[in-house]
Every structure is written in C-alpha cells, then in structure tokens.
C-alpha cells in the first residue's frame, strides 16, 4: 500500500518548457487535490478533483491543467513555465463523502525550479 | 476567506521540555487539522479534530471552538520532534464540498 505517490520528486525547466506532474494513489479515495508550497506561505490549493469525471479551480489555478485520468490518477500540467511557478506541489487525496470531513493523505511532493 | 494564524514562526526547545503551538482563525469551521512536514519534505497529519482534546503518544490537540483557537502540545519533547507544523482549518464549502485553508506553519527545532 503505497498511499500517495508523486512523480517527479525533482525537476527543473527552462521559462516556456512545459510538463505534467503525475500523482497516484492506492486507497481508492474518491477526491484528490493539487497544492503549491512557496516559502513564507501556507499550501495553497491549486485545482482539485471531488470525484473521477470533475475537476475545479482553486486558490491559484491560472497557468495550470488538471487531469483526473481515472480515479488513481490526478495529472497537473505546466504549459508553459514560468519562474513564478517555481515552487513545491504537493498531491493529496481524500474520500470525500457529503456530511463529514476526512482527513487528506499527502504525496511526497515535487520540487519544481523554472530558470 | 478564512485567515490561519500560527504561533509562534519558529521555536527553538532543549530537549525534554514541554513546547505548545497555537493556531487561530478567523471564521467558524467543520474540523482542524494539525499537520507535520519533516525536513526531507512529507507531510503527514497528526490529528483532525472538530471539538475537545485529542491525545496519541507525547501528542495532545486541543480546540477551543467559541474562542477558534486550538493547540498543539508536545511534551518531554525530543530531537525527532523537529519538524514544522502546519495548522489546517475546514470549512464546509457547500454540495458536500470541503475546502482546507492552512496556516504558514511552525518550525521546531529540538536540541539534544
């Protein structure tokens, strides 16, 4: 049971190059989330998936695309970097259900560097 | 929006001694979420709590709903200890939707 995995771990871009973020989890959670950390700021949410087939805006969703391939797997796409967007993401995952909150297991994360 | 307030930003202990977090919020929430980022990067969470105290280990979590404060305690704290803590509130967001809002975190440092 691997929980939440992340690939890449590392990864460093030119201005302009562009990339997918691939995320995949084992406990057959329903939701699964993208966060940015930057120094001095708390996680921020990105995009989310509250279930296979949706996905929706968050915090800071501008230069990012989301895919829900299925309900493993949560994709976040860079089209076109830029140095902003250097920073740490985060996956996480939950299963979402309509009167309670569950608590969301996190990936290890990958840290992002645009030159 | 609701604003996360940590305290403090950085917390140096000698080990053994006893060491609390606090957090604050600004709006009223469904659950509270302490959350521990190790130095290699991983974030795993400690507690979830929507009311009382929540204990596991040399770990306590309080919430004070009225006042939206809650706690984190570590007693006879020890090196491995050393981590940030990351406070995280829930709202409710409507349709069975949920939305997180985190707090910048508290950077412990233990020495031996």
């Known amino acids: 049971n691997a929980g939440v995995t992340q690939t890449p771990k590392f990864q460093v871009l030119k201005t302009g190059q562009s990339m997918t973020l691939q995320c995949a989890q084992d406990?057959?959670?329903?939701?699964m989330y993208w966060y940015r950390q930057d120094p001095g700021m708390g996680l921020r949410l990105i995009y989310y998936?509250?279930?296979?087939?949706?996905?929706d805006k968050g915090e800071v969703p501008n230069g990012y695309n989301v895919s829900r391939l299925n309900k493993r797997e949560f994709s976040l796409r860079l089209e076109s970097a830029a140095p902003s967007q250097t920073s740490v993401y985060f996956c996480?995952?939950?299963?979402?259900?309509?009167?309670?909150?569950?608590?969301?297991?996190f990936g290890p994360g990958t840290r992002l560097t645009v030159l | 929006k609701n604003e996360v307030e940590q305290s403090p930003q950085n917390l140096t202990a000698q080990e053994g001694e006893f060491i609390t977090i606090n957090c604050s919020y600004s709006?009223?929430?469904?659950?509270l979420h302490w959350l521990q980022q190790h130095p290699g990067g991983g974030i795993v969470s400690l507690f979830m709590?929507?009311?009382g105290k929540k204990k596991h280990g040399r770990l306590i979590a309080t919430i004070n709903i009225q006042e939206k404060h809650s706690s984190l305690h570590i007693t006879a704290s020890h090196p491995r200890d050393s981590a940030v803590y990351i406070c995280?509130?829930?709202?409710?967001?409507?349709?069975?939707?949920?939305?997180?809002?985190f707090g910048k975190g508290t950077k412990l440092s233990v020495i031996p």
């Open positions: 996480a995952s939950t299963q979402r259900t309509p009167r309670s909150y569950n608590e969301q297991f």
């Open positions: 406990m057959n959670h329903n939701s």
């Open positions: 998936s509250a279930s296979e087939g949706t996905t």
């Open positions: 709006v009223g929430i469904s659950a």
């Open positions: 709590l929507s009311s």
């Open positions: 995280a509130v829930v709202s409710h967001s409507g349709a069975g939707s949920y939305q997180l809002t």
